[in-house]
């Protein structure tokens, strides 16, 4: 009986969900990073200048220290050399800067060839339904910025994506896939210009720079999925077993949330597949996800691994309101609406100390998680 009332609370609440009007930003959801020093906001710190100083040294030798770039970027990456730091950090580019041109030349080229010998056949029988998702898909990506709108950034995202699912059928294209790609492009397209980016029309951009973000972000957004990918798979196996890892460790750290979530009868489940699907994009602003990702690509295993101890930092740090909350439907509907719109990089610098703390605490414990 209280199984059938629950079903009927969350079908409610997820229509409540969906009625709820849409908050205005008051602030920019990209480009907004005090202290990345991005556009629309004050002059660089001493201590910005300085530690953009250091990446810059750093970058600039004949063989990149991958071990200290890493070490550099855990706490963030200036916005002026995030595009190479990203590319290098994610394996794309090489650590020898004297290659990194012809590396960059020939997987451009291995990109737009696979364009060439799939692309035509999106309508094909075999490959039709997965392209009808990918474009059904696609507009809804951070719906809220103009730049994700135009025609030209769709299409740009359709043949990534096609392109992707048709040369992994292990997986193919699963919803939620569509997410990793925005915030590749948006820092790659910083490569390009100065100004902020969410009303940016990219086609002032030439071409060959389009092409140049298109297939860099293709290839940055592979070797992301290379090491998540179970998550996509039949059943999606790695995230019933990163969910369920969550609800063991919120056991551990916190057990008077973890205890009212049983109470109510809130599986973790419910709310946290789409934290391990989306990798919390849909739970935070574009730009904290950015800053997000400067760790995560820092981090051994970051996307796969730490990433469980940030949505147990993430979980426990609305104890408040969710202790606050006395039945299944209010629960529901904060976890899925948590007030991060005006998130910027210093809540995200706390999120992610206390995930380090949680990690060091617990990833290697005997029994990890358990009791």
């Not at 063989?63 to 963030?76: A, H, Q």
């Not at 990203?86 to 080229?109: F, H, I, T």
């Not at 025609?151 to 992707?164: C, D, K, P």
């Not at 070797?223 to 998540?228: N, R």
Request: charged content about 25%.
């Amino acid at each position: 009986m209280f199984t059938r009332c629950k079903k009927t609370c969350l079908r409610a609440a997820l229509h409540r969900q969906r009625s709820l009007p849409h908050r205005q930003p008051v602030i920019p959801l990209v480009a907004r990073m005090a202290d990345q020093n991005t556009s629309g906001t004050p002059a660089m710190t001493e201590r910005e200048a300085s530690r953009l100083d250091k990446f810059k040294q750093l970058l600039a030798g004949p063989n990149t220290d991958l071990e200290e770039l890493r070490k550099l970027s855990w706490s963030g990456i200036p916005r002026q050399v995030r595009p190479i730091t990203w590319k290098l950090l994610s394996g794309y580019l090489p650590a020898n800067a004297e290659r990194r041109d012809s590396v960059l030349q020939r997987k451009r080229q291995e990109y737009f060839g696979f364009i060439q010998q799939y692309y035509d056949s999106r309508n094909d029988e075999h490959h039709q339904d997965t392209y009808r998702q990918i474009h059904i898909d696609i507009p809804r990506t951070n719906p809220l910025i103009p730049l994700f709108q135009q025609a030209s950034v769709q299409e740009i995202f359709e043949r990534i994506l096609f392109i992707w699912a048709i040369r992994h059928p292990a997986s193919g294209y699963v919803q939620g896939i569509n997410d990793l790609v925005t915030p590749f492009f948006v820092v790659y397209v910083f490569e390009y210009i100065e100004e902020e980016v969410e009303n940016f029309d990219v086609s002032s951009l030439q071409e060959e720079a389009l092409r140049n973000i298109e297939a860099d972000s293709f290839w940055c957004m592979s070797k992301l999925l290379d090491g998540i990918q179970d998550n996509y798979t039949f059943a999606q196996p790695g995230i019933q077993r990163k969910v369920k890892a969550l609800e063991e460790l919120v056991s551990r750290i916190d057990e008077s949330v973890h205890r009212h979530m049983q109470q109510y009868e809130v599986e973790y489940l419910q709310f946290a597949f789409r934290w391990m699907n989306n990798l919390l994009m849909r739970e935070l602003p574009l730009r904290c996800t950015i800053r997000l990702w400067d760790t995560y690509q820092a981090e051994p295993e970051g996307f796969s691994h730490f990433h469980l101890y940030v949505c147990a930092a993430f979980l426990v740090r609305w104890r408040k309101e969710i202790l606050e909350e006395r039945d299944f439907q209010g629960l529901m509907i904060l976890l899925q609406n948590l007030p991060t719109m005006h998130w910027g990089n210093e809540e995200v610098s706390v999120l992610l100390a206390e995930a380090y703390r949680l990690k060091f605490a617990f990833a290697d414990a005997p029994n990890h998680y358990k009791r």
